[in-house]
């Protein structure tokens, strides 16, 4: 049976697509574990890496706060509005504080990160490119994924969490600002309940293990996407919106594998 | 001044996939020297010079550096190697998050065990060195396009390399920067021992400092001399090179079909 030939060159384009990422895939997987090989310079000096800290971890704190701060204010205030009709306005610490290190603190946080951190780390690594800075640096016998690749990239797994923590920190407040100081829940039932209901090891350090795997992705792909950026101008911009496009969608997509797995029977 | 070989490239042939760029080149490099590799955009010598570096490899033939065939080198061996070259590119490529003086500090701190102290010396006199010891606090974005390629200069002379190679120097320089950058090179070259290849398309800046003159043409070395014979030349093609004609064997036209044909005035005559 003869295919119409618009359908056969349909199939191929998808084909050419398929085979295009998942060789692409195999770069950027390479190119990971590259990063981690030559991670010993950032560690023997560590300098390197802390200046990145500033700029990754530090210069994101003011983003991370203010949102952290008003997500928090939301929910108490949804959940105030939710709870009280069953009379059980008391519980809204708990629910703020759940959801906050569950899930919202890890992914919000990680999804700023993303546009604040990422999308500057692939910019810059990206126009160093461009410049040929990185060529340069070859040049003179020094290694750029070991010298400006793999400071960043530990920059960004060491403050994720830090943020994240932040930002679930910052919402409980949030909440605490509405539920308690505006609307008058009385201040003892929100923190007390919150109290008994968090547990260590299934709410908190879940939200920590989930915030590691968010900066670990998120800054290998905005690593990855500059080093990889074609050396001009609309490369460079396209990698940084490619960094944030993808991150954003592999921080959910991993939110949900990892929920799937860490909640699953928990009451 | 010796005139032992620092570089020998014999039979090098480099190829974009299918796309060949360098088609057997041959050429010598003697120690102590300044030798201009000269041809129109796309010729190949930016090409020639990555070659020279080891940061691709040839497809056939090889480049030899102080003895050693740099393509045949381990990763380590390779990297031992480029701490005795010195690269200028186009535009400086400067490290825009340091400063000037820690962009040429750059390598002595990456590669020595020098005392601080001892580092901010070496940096002032290399920085003395090309004029610029009052900017050691400025930042790249405060260069002007002249100073920013003498700071790259003072970076790339940090750990007194046996050879520089200069990617287009001249690029968009006015003429006062152009010709201090041009004397530059010459004055390094000499003073410190050192040889250098100047990749350039700026025929009368470059004529007047180096020894000697490759022209590269479709990959191939279209014609070499000492500038005096290249001056004088009847080739035609280095005849059109040097005094910037408009057509000759390089033609002004893109090869295309008949002028009259595209116009459709093909039969109007008829």
């Known amino acids: ?267 | 001044m010796t005139s032992e070989n620092l570089i020998e490239i014999s039979g090098l042939n480099f190829s974009y996939d299918t796309r060949a760029i360098l088609k057997g080149i041959d050429m010598t490099m003697q120690r102590g020297k300044v030798i201009a590799i000269m041809g129109g955009s796309g010729s190949g010598k930016t090409t020639l010079l990555r070659l020279i570096g080891g940061t691709i490899q040839p497809t056939s033939g090889y480049v030899k550096f102080a003895g050693k065939v740099v393509h045949e080198l381990d990763r380590d061996a390779l990297f031992k190697l480029r701490r005795k070259m010195g690269m200028l590119f186009q535009f400086g490529a400067l490290f825009t998050d340091l400063s000037v003086f820690d962009n040429v500090a750059f390598q002595m701190r990456e590669h020595t065990n020098l005392p601080e102290s001892m580092i901010r010396d070496l940096v002032l006199m290399k920085l003395h060195a090309v004029g610029l010891r009052g900017a050691q606090h400025l930042m790249p974005n405060e260069l002007s396009g002249g100073m920013a390629r003498r700071v790259a200069l003072a970076r790339s002379i940090a750990l007194d390399p046996m050879l520089i190679m200069y990617d287009e120097p001249f690029t968009g320089l006015d003429p006062i920067s152009l010709s201090v950058i041009g004397n530059l090179i010459r004055r390094l070259t000499d003073a410190l021992g050192m040889t250098s290849i100047v990749v350039t398309h700026d025929v009368q800046e470059s004529l007047k400092i180096v020894d000697y003159v490759y022209f590269i043409a479709d990959g191939v070395i279209a014609a070499e001399g000492t500038p005096k014979e290249v001056r004088e030349s009847v080739a035609p093609f280095v005849h059109q090179f040097v005094h910037g004609e408009e057509d000759g064997p390089v033609p002004f036209h893109y090869p295309a079909q008949s002028y009259r044909k595209d116009l459709n005035l093909e039969n109007a005559l008829a």
């Open chain 1, 1 to 267: 049976m003869l295919l119409p030939s618009r359908l056969i060159s349909g199939i191929r384009h998808i084909g050419h697509r398929v085979i295009e990422g998942v060789w692409r895939l195999g770069i950027a997987s390479r190119f990971f574990i590259l990063v981690l090989l030559k991670s010993g310079t950032s560690l023997r000096r560590f300098n390197l890496v802390i200046r990145e800290l500033y700029f990754t971890g530090v210069l994101s704190l003011i983003i991370i706060v203010v949102s952290g701060l008003f997500v928090g204010m939301v929910l108490g205030l949804q959940g105030y509005e939710t709870l009280q009709k069953y009379g059980s306005e008391s519980a809204v610490g708990t629910l703020v504080a759940l959801s906050l290190v569950r899930e919202l603190g890890p992914v919000v946080a990680a999804l700023l990160f993303a546009s604040r951190a990422g999308s500057a780390i692939t910019a810059e690594i990206g126009l160093m490119k461009a410049t040929e800075q990185l060529a340069a640096m070859g040049m003179m016998a020094v290694d750029p994924i070991a010298r400006v690749v793999a400071p960043r990239f530990w920059s960004g797994v060491i403050s994720m969490p830090f943020l994240a923590a932040i930002f679930s920190v910052m919402g409980v407040f949030g909440g605490y600002l509405v539920t308690v100081v505006f609307i008058g829940v009385d201040e003892g039932s929100y923190w007390s309940q919150m109290q008994s209901a968090v547990d260590f090891r299934f709410d908190i350090m879940n939200g920590f293990i989930k915030s590691c795997c968010f900066g670990v992705v998120v800054t290998a792909i905005a690593v990855f996407e500059g080093y990889d950026a074609p050396p001009t101008a609309e490369g460079v911009s396209g990698a940084t919106t490619r960094t944030v496009v993808t991150s954003s969608l592999v921080i959910l997509g991993l939110d949900f594998i990892l929920t799937a797995f860490m909640f699953r029977g928990v009451s």
